[in-house]
């Protein structure tokens, strides 16, 4: 599930998003609330999929053929969404505006923090995939009740290192934070397309590869 964490950390778009509520009159509490709707809703959808595919560390149980079949499916999505993405790139001189949800951070309420954060994790196609195949992976390794909630803990953890690093900067950084994050959200903004294409075609086809490698078993 490692990979899959990892993917999911380094995704642009959540940490762009927290550096600039960060930024924002109630930076402090809106980051707190943003981060705790990310990992809450990492948590739920590890643990929806979890509960959906039990039984699947039997080898011939339909679970076991469902998150095989899953994975093909979810592999060869990332890496259409990949290619999609290489396709639409931004030509030279050409600037993308930012996505609609961005233009209100600075000025987001407790509450659409929270949300955001949510919706960012659990609602976004590549991380909703991201977060199935690891939860598929921890199942099938047979962890069970105690083991299971740990490797989810631990999955949930590391796919929230960049946001949680972002927040326990600020907190700690004052102003050489604040112009630290900037930085990277600038170097995200900038190199957005070629990070996600890179994730995704990687991903999309280690993921193809075990679930084709299941069924073939």
């Not at 809106?30 to 080898?59: E, K, M, Q, S």
């Not at 590549?126 to 999955?155: M, P, Q, R, Y």
């Amino acid at each position: 599930m490692l990979p899959a964490a990892l993917a999911v950390a380094l995704s642009p778009f959540p940490l762009i998003g927290i550096v600039l509520i960060l930024s924002g009159a109630h930076g402090r509490r809106n980051g707190l609330f943003f981060a705790a709707g990310w990992i809450t809703g990492l948590a739920a959808a590890a643990t929806l999929v979890a509960v959906l595919l039990d039984g699947a560390d039997d080898p011939d149980s339909p679970s076991s053929a469902i998150a095989d079949w899953g994975r093909v499916l979810a592999g060869g999505t990332l890496i259409v969404l990949g290619a999609r993405k290489w396709c639409n790139r931004p030509r030279a001189g050409e600037q993308t505006p930012p996505p609609r949800w961005m233009a209100s951070l600075e000025d987001a309420t407790a509450a659409r923090a929270l949300l955001l954060g949510a919706l960012l994790a659990a609602a976004n196609p590549k991380n909703l995939v991201l977060t199935a195949s690891a939860a598929a992976s921890i199942v099938e390794a047979d962890a069970h009740d105690i083991g299971l909630t740990a490797a989810v803990a631990a999955f949930v953890l590391i796919a929230s290192s960049t946001v949680l690093g972002a927040v326990g900067i600020h907190l700690a950084g004052g102003h050489r934070a604040a112009t630290f994050l900037d930085s990277i959200r600038e170097f995200m903004v900038a190199n957005n397309t070629g990070i996600t294409v890179i994730v995704l075609l990687l991903l999309g086809a280690s993921i193809l590869g075990d679930g084709l490698s299941g069924l073939g078993r």
